[in-house]
C-alpha cells in the first residue's frame, strides 16, 4: 500500500485588502475591478490558496484557490489553477488541467500583489486581453548559459474571456495555441508572447424604456451574439532592476479577422526607485490605450493614463500600498458610459500579504 505523505505539501497563501474610490460617477469597470465615487473595499481585494503536492522527483499536482470580485462587487471564489506537471529532467516540464499562459512580464504572478509594483496594474495594456488561464496543456523548456536563463513555452487549449463594461460579455478562446520566449538575467528580463484563436461571446446589455407609471422606467436586459472570428494576440515585455532603480514596460497588440472590432494596441512604460535600503518603492507609471478600431459602442474610444504609488515592505509578508491613478479618458473605453473629457483620479490603499 502506498503511504501519503504529508510533509511532501506546501500550502501557501496571498491576498490584498484595498480601499478604493474614484472621483467620477461613472463606474469604472476594468479588470482589476469596479470603482466609482463611493467608498469600495472589494474592487482591489483579493485571496488566493495554492496547495501543491509533489509526488515524486517528476510528478506534482497544483491546485489553487482564488477570490476575487464579480460583477455584482462581491467577492467570488474560484478555481484558478488545477494543473499536473510531469517533469522528466530539470529543464523540460509538461503540464495539463486548467494551466497559466506565459502572456505578460508578471503572468506566473499577477494575482499575487505583494509582488508587482501596482495595487491596479495598468488596465489599459492588461485589460485587452482579459484571459489568465487556459484549460489544455503547455510546455515549458529551459536553457542555462551562465548568467542568462531561456524559457520556451509551447500552449493551447480553451477559455473564458468575460469583460463587463458598458455591457457584459462572456466568451470564449477556442482552438488556442501560443508560445513566449523569455530571456532572464540578474539585471535585465525579456518576453515575447504570442497567442491565437477563435472567439465567441454573448453579450448582454440593460436597455432603459418608459414605462407606463410617470416617473418609473423599465430596464430590459437584452442579449446579442458577438462573433469575432479569428483573433491574434502578441504582447512584449521587459524588466530591469539595476541597484536601486526598477524599470518595467510592456506593448500588447490584439487583433481579429472580424471588421465590427478589427485591432487594439496599448503600452506602459514604469519607473521606481527604492529607498530606505529597499523598504520603500515610489514609482510612477504612464499606460496608454493608442489604437483602438472599433465599431462597437460599448467598446470604443482611447484612454491615457498617469500613476503615481509608494510601496512599503513591512517585512517579507506584508506590503503596504498607496496610489493615484489619473485618467484621461476619449470616449468610454473602460466606463460603463461615457465619463466626459476631464481627469478622473482613482484613490487606492491596499495591504498585501503572502504566507
Known sequence: ???????????????TFSFSRSTSDKEYVAYAGRVKNKN???????????LNKRFDDHWDFTLQFLAKPDRDGELSPQVDLFQLTWTPYSMLSIRTGRVRMPLWMISEYYEVGALIPWIRPPDEVYASLPLEELNGAS???KMEKGAILAEFDLYGGAGNMNTDGASSIRGELNNAIGASFSLGH????LRVSYLQGTYTADVYTDAISA?????????????????????????LGLKSEIENLLIMSEYAK???????????????ILAGYYFLEKKLLMNFTYSALT?????????????????????????SN???????????PEGVTFFESDPGRSDIHIYEFAVDFVF
Open 1 to 15: 500500500m502506498a503511504q501519503f505523505d504529508f510533509n511532501r505539501i506546501n500550502l501557501n497563501g496571498f491576498g
Open 40 to 50: 469600495n473595499f472589494v474592487a482591489g481585494s483579493r485571496a488566493g490558496l495554492t
Open 139 to 141: 510546455v515549458n523548456y
Open 186 to 189: 540578474d539585471l535585465l528580463s
Open 211 to 235: 414605462s407606463s407609471t410617470p416617473g418609473t422606467s423599465i430596464v430590459t436586459n437584452t442579449r446579442s451574439s458577438l462573433d469575432l472570428g479569428h483573433t491574434y494576440f502578441l504582447s
Open 254 to 268: 490584439w487583433k481579429s479577422s472580424a471588421s465590427i472590432l478589427r485591432e487594439n494596441q496599448a503600452y506602459y
Open 291 to 315: 489604437k483602438l478600431d472599433s465599431q462597437i459602442n460599448f467598446y470604443s474610444g482611447r484612454q491615457k493614463s498617469k500613476t503615481i504609488g509608494a510601496n512599503y515592505h513591512v517585512n
Open 318 to 328: 506584508i506590503v503596504l500600498k498607496l496610489q493615484d491613478k489619473i485618467i484621461s
